[in-house]
């Protein structure tokens, strides 16, 4: 599956946006369904029970503008 860019109707090349964590692990990024601000009881930001979905970003090789998709 091929996308355009919404800018500029140039080809996206696939890709994901890198998070670097503690002790710099590497991970991609992930969405997660609901509230940044609803913490856990020790006031952490929490996943647990929540919708998430790996998130895959494609860049437009013309013009660099990003779009990502949750699947
Ligand atoms: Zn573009």
New binding site residues.
Partial sequence: MSYE?A??H?SMEEGFLLEKGHYNDLSSEVWVSGSPDEKSFLGRMTIKGKVTYNVRTFR?T??G?LESYAR
């Fill in positions: 860019c800018k500029c140039s437009c013309n013009c503008y």
